[in-house]
């Protein structure tokens, strides 16, 4: 087992990443430290893990809370409902969520968690590729908005991820493929050696080899534990790890968060990053077409969905997060390993860009 | 005028109080950084001072939201009326909500803004006296659930808080009184001096001397920022600053949150409070004397409404946010200007006292 520290002073946690992680009953209850536990996981992994964890709270009252799959769910509504529960079963300050499941229920239980009582403890058990790589990791919680992606949340960190490579085993190919986006992510942002690894051996990891599935999922948190311990609130060099996001939001949000998962939607956008910092001299021609290779080969959409327009895209962008006092900073990149947050752009080679990915 | 400074790092910031702060322009300016800006008020207090705040918004782009007076406009729905309006006017991270009002605006303001993309900045001018000495500042921002009190909400600091003294000019007498509730509050748990004070001058001050409101004002805010420097999670001592709030609270649900403000409810706490840590022999009947004095002549209730019952107090006092782990902890005095928090009471004494102030 491999544990990263992610090095928030008061707030720091261990990210435990292992076969086995899941079956160490020692290690969630040493993370338990109140009487009222809340799982909260949704109705594709409870069947899969759920006795398994709560067979292993040793004596600890709890509750569960089964909420529907998808995007869809990440919503106010069902924050409302969580908060509900916690009141009607009397649950108090000193309680526990914990969350079982993808991103979506990462982010809703992280911010029920921030919200309720005004700050719970929570504990995150990520059941995907995406969230043990991503979403799990740095304390970005959230729900959407019918008008925007992550439109309402906080940045709150939990106090233990338990990070179990087995529970892959279960994970469909294309949630697979949609957490590898993220992968290649950390290695085009930050980690050239990394990226050249995962050139190597993409085939090894989509195997779900064990000992090469530890390896991305360390390199990747360690990475993510870095970026966050140096800027949490995303005041400068967290906004990194949005590289495609902003491509990609607007992708998802003219899906109306369907038909896409969002690793998909992040891989497009981050094929686009490229193209747009390759129009704009960054880097060459060379290094787009490696992106696109790698991404092709993650099995991951390197093209818009059809149907969608430029305006669509161009009218999404504007609402993003990393827009500061109306102008839109977008993540580009100087190199495979290296990016750059950046203003200097023309209208025109947006608008080429996102041309070129139009199907 | 007098500045406060809150201490807490770099979340550090100033209160501002006196009697001509909102006629300052160069003072409400220093401290807006933004090209966006959304004033949210109330339709009372949007009559007598918006006009007066746009017009001191140099050239800032700034829009309105009017919502309805009282407390039932701390819900989630109000919390998603301003995330919407804030994503249809395209607002970005680094705009600036101004919260313009009593308690019920700044709550549900700073948590708007602690929400928001996960937080902006924010500006409280408080318009009541409640506000100005409580609710402003350190940092409590929440909304109400149907089934309890600042259920959902973050501990997020604004940016500054304005506290123009001549706005109480306009305040009605028995909002007054509720406010009087929070002052009457820092004297009994932490400043004697201050605490008989206002026994000497209580009714200056309702007379709303301008010299004796700031007086009053600046040890308010002076009591709570020390408080909240010391501890802004409420871990330890912040929670003395409850007193009388957990059986406040339990009116306050037992009546839907209707027909008593927050201040009387708190007023009338202060003095169960008061009467049962004088059954638990932690203060004399002579020290309680004192206290229902001074709030008979700040006019504050000291009786629970009719038709509550004793099973309505206790029941909703068990949700109360100090319970840890199943023990709720209340906050009691050990003398005039000492308080401690405690669960050393008994069941019979907490039933007493709540049976002696039943109508």
Redesign the interface.
Known sequence: MKIIEVDLGDRKYPIYIGESVLSDKKLLNKNIT???VLIITNENVAPLYLKHIEKNLDNIKHDVLILPDGESTKS?EN??LI??CL??K?Y???CTLIALGGGVIGDLTGFAA??????VKFIQIPTTLLAQVDSSVGG?T?VN?P??K??????YQPCAVLSDTNVLSTLPEREFSAGLAEVIKYGLIRDRKFYEWLEKNIELVMSRDSRALTYTIERSCTNKAEVVAEDE??SGIRATLNLGHTFGHSIETALSYKGWLHGEAVGCGMLMAADLSMRLDLIDQGRVDRVKALLERAKLPIKIPRGIILKDILENM?????????ILYLILLNDIGKATITADYTQRALTETINHFLE
């Open positions: 109140s009487s009222q106010l924050l409302n908060i509900t009141i009607e009397k108090n300050r000193t921030a919200c309720y009582q005004r700050g970005k959230a908005h008008l925007g992550n439109m309402i949340g906080a940045f609130k995303e504007k609402v993003d997060k990393k827009s500061r006092n109306g």
